[in-house]
């Protein structure tokens, strides 16, 4: 009886191996983690080519509205094929237009291991009062610098890890204004790893990135976060366009696109909107 019994036992632990086995091979509600993510990196990896295509090689575009089309589609319309979390950083409530003011969007994939290793740098550019988003990162670790020449308050260490500088970054270097160049030099960040670089200053954006992105000064920064600001006119977007396909040939992706509530749109479109790219 108790060899009938054992008998019995392992048949029925057979068939269970051999059900489990053939369910976890061919059921479809068994795929594993790395499956389903290989899967949809390959996915994202075949749109972004696509998307790139498009950025770098549309050059002619046979009027107007067909070039702002595609301009304004690209830019809202991010693939974020470079980040996982996405988190937003800092800002204010502005009970005028009921939205979020200075808030930063960031992938913070890497931003602790950054920490950990001592390695997270932040550039910050037009402060105009609002501390939020300087603060929260200096308060997890990274190390920030924050400039703004308009406020009134001088150069000083504002705590242990922010330093603000009444100095702004401009194409050329003057007394109250500092090229890129010079502003890593003073910070003695040269061809060093720059986590977060982060430019809020008013439309001046554009002379700063046409005298940077024929250089290498942004081959060390991962992030770059802007606010943009656009006229619905051929010349301002022709501009932007061009910074774009700059952007990506250097290995930027965007990876977030976000308008400006109180401003809203100008003749049918936002022209002034958060933009985020990464590495």
Not at 27 to 54: A, C, G, R, V, Y
Not at 81 to 96: A, D, E, H, Q, T
Not at 176 to 187: A, E, G, P, R, V
Request: some cysteine; overall charge positive; proline content about 2%.
């Amino acid at each position: 009886m108790i060899g009938g019994h054992a008998n019995k036992f392992w048949i029925l632990l057979t068939c269970i191996f051999i059900w489990c086995y053939f369910w976890g091979v061919f059921s479809p509600h068994m795929h594993t983690n790395e499956e389903s993510d290989l899967f949809f990196q390959k996915w994202f990896q075949n749109e972004d080519k696509k998307k790139i295509k498009e950025i770098l090689n549309t050059q002619n575009f046979a009027n107007d509205e067909t070039l702002f089309r595609s301009f304004f589609q690209l830019t809202a319309n991010p693939l974020q094929s470079k980040c996982r979390v996405l988190k937003r950083i800092g800002g204010n409530w502005m009970p005028s237009c009921n939205f979020v003011d200075g808030a930063k969007w960031m992938c913070i994939d890497d931003i602790m291991r950054d920490v950990s290793r001592n390695k997270c740098v932040v550039y910050s550019f037009g402060i105009n009062n609002d501390w939020s988003f300087d603060d929260q990162l200096a308060n997890i670790g990274c190390k920030v610098f924050s400039f703004d020449p308009t406020m009134k308050i001088d150069t000083h260490q504002r705590s242990k890890n922010l330093m603000f500088y009444k100095l702004g970054i401009s194409s050329e270097s003057n007394d109250q204004y500092k090229s890129l160049k010079d502003i890593f030099q003073l910070t003695k960040n040269t061809d060093k790893y720059i986590t977060y670089l982060k430019m809020d200053i008013e439309g001046h954006e554009r002379e700063v990135l046409k005298s940077v992105l024929n250089s290498s000064l942004l081959k060390n920064v991962k992030q770059i976060a802007m606010e943009w600001h656009l006229t619905r006119t051929k010349n301002s977007v022709e501009i932007y366009y061009d910074i774009l396909r700059k952007l990506y040939k250097q290995g930027f992706r965007i990876i977030s696109y976000e308008p400006n509530g109180c401003y809203g749109k100008k003749n049918n479109v936002f022209g002034l909107f958060e933009i985020v790219f990464r590495k």
